[in-house]
Every structure is written in structure tokens, then in C-alpha cells.
């Protein structure tokens, strides 16, 4: 005999929220979010950002933010998307030098940097640690 589970109750899926300027990179960067079972949400930049952390819904579960350092001009909005989702993990893509995540905005135990070129593989991982296995 067969005995039949119940789902009281179905499991939320993890979001996503890409914060990245380079629409073509942001586009691939949502695709494989999406294909890894997770959901994105697209910003194109952090006043777009704090948009979505400004509302309650829908939740966001982790940041991914592109190509932004402490001293460029949108140092300020990203200081205040680390604000709003101070308990957040965040993964920062960068192309060169690594980004100091010790202090200021990317101070947190749950922020990493994600070197450019990335595989899927990788992001996958990544988002995988944060999102699963807090």
C-alpha cells in the first residue's frame, strides 16, 4: 500500500534581485538564475534597486551586484541597497581589482565577490551556499 504525502504548505521560491547596468550581461546573468530554480528580478540600477527592497513584496533573498565599486558615482545608492538589505547575502561581480568587502557598503559576513569571466557553474555554487545552506 501507497500512502500519499500532503503538502500543507508550498515552498516559496528564493529571489534574486540583479542589480546591473550592462543590459546584455544582465540578461545572462537572469537566465541562469532562473535556470538553477531560483527566480530573478532585474534592476538596472540601484535606484532601481532600492525600489524593489523599498516595497515588501516580493521578498528578495539575495543580491547580485554587477560591475559597481566603493568609489564609483553610485557609491551612495549602493550604500543604501547594503542599507536596506543589510541582512542580505550579496554577491559582487567585478572585472578587476578585487573589491574591498572588509568595509564600508560590502561590509557583512554574507557578502562575496564573483570574478569576471564567471562560469554558470560557479554562480550556480554561489547562489547555491547562500540561498540553501545559510
Do not use: W
Not at 546591473?20 to 535556470?35: A, G, H, K, V
Request: charged share 20%; hydrophobic share 40%.
Amino acid at each position: 500500500m501507497h500512502t500519499a504525502l500532503a503538502v500543507n504548505e508550498i515552498i516559496p521560491v528564493k529571489t534574486v534581485l540583479v542589480v546591473e547596468r550592462d543590459p546584455d550581461l544582465q540578461d545572462s546573468i537572469c537566465e541562469l538564475i532562473t535556470s538553477f530554480g531560483y527566480r530573478a528580478l532585474a534592476a538596472t540600477n540601484c535606484a532601481s534597486g532600492i525600489a524593489f527592497l523599498s516595497v515588501p513584496e516580493p521578498r528578495i533573498d539575495c543580491l547580485l551586484l554587477g560591475h559597481v565599486t566603493p568609489h564609483s558615482s553610485s557609491s551612495d545608492s549602493l550604500a543604501t541597497i547594503r542599507r536596506l538589505a543589510r541582512a542580505l547575502p550579496a554577491l559582487i561581480v567585478h572585472d578587476g581589482e578585487d573589491p574591498d568587502i572588509s568595509e564600508g557598503p560590502y561590509s557583512s559576513d554574507k557578502v562575496d565577490a564573483l570574478d569576471l569571466p564567471f562560469s554558470a557553474y560557479e554562480l550556480k555554487q554561489r547562489l547555491h551556499g547562500f540561498l540553501d545552506n545559510p
